[in-house]
């Protein structure tokens, strides 16, 4: 599976961003969608995750209620958007993949198989 990531850029706080990872090689209708970010001098933390129905989601506390994940199968890609963001929002932003997560897995790096390249989001106080 490949994962391209795109969306990233500057905005202003209090600003939206819609951020898309389109997966190639095969469907991955049936896999855990996430993404993940890292901002300069930290890991990588998770942000949000969708399961394979697009019914289940889960977010961190932190951008609970401003971000909503989403997916279109049938495009093979998923969003992420991201509203009313804010300074600390700031960091590279990542699109992860596993076709076999369990729940309690759902923040560990090590649980996600394939991984996009990154695209940058920068807002701006």
């Known amino acids: 599976v490949q994962l391209q990531a795109s969306g990233g850029g500057l905005v202003q706080a209090g600003g939206s961003l819609r951020l898309s990872c389109a997966a190639s090689?095969?469907?991955?209708?049936?896999?855990?969608m996430a993404w993940f970010r890292q901002a300069p001098g930290k890991e990588r933390e998770f942000v949000t995750a969708?399961?394979?129905?697009?019914?289940?989601?889960h977010y961190d506390d932190s951008v609970k209620g401003r971000f909503t994940i989403s997916r279109d199968n049938a495009k093979n890609t998923v969003y992420l958007q991201m509203n009313s963001l804010k300074p600390e929002d700031t960091a590279v932003y990542y699109c992860?993949?596993?076709?076999?997560?369990?729940?309690?897995?759902?923040?560990?790096?090590?649980?996600?198989?394939?991984w996009g390249q990154g695209t940058q989001v920068t807002v701006s106080s």
């Open positions: 090689g095969r469907t991955v209708s049936s896999d855990t």
């Open positions: 992860a993949n596993s076709a076999r997560l369990i729940l309690s897995s759902l923040r560990r790096r090590d649980a996600y198989s394939y």
């Open positions: 969708i399961f394979r129905s697009g019914s289940s989601t």
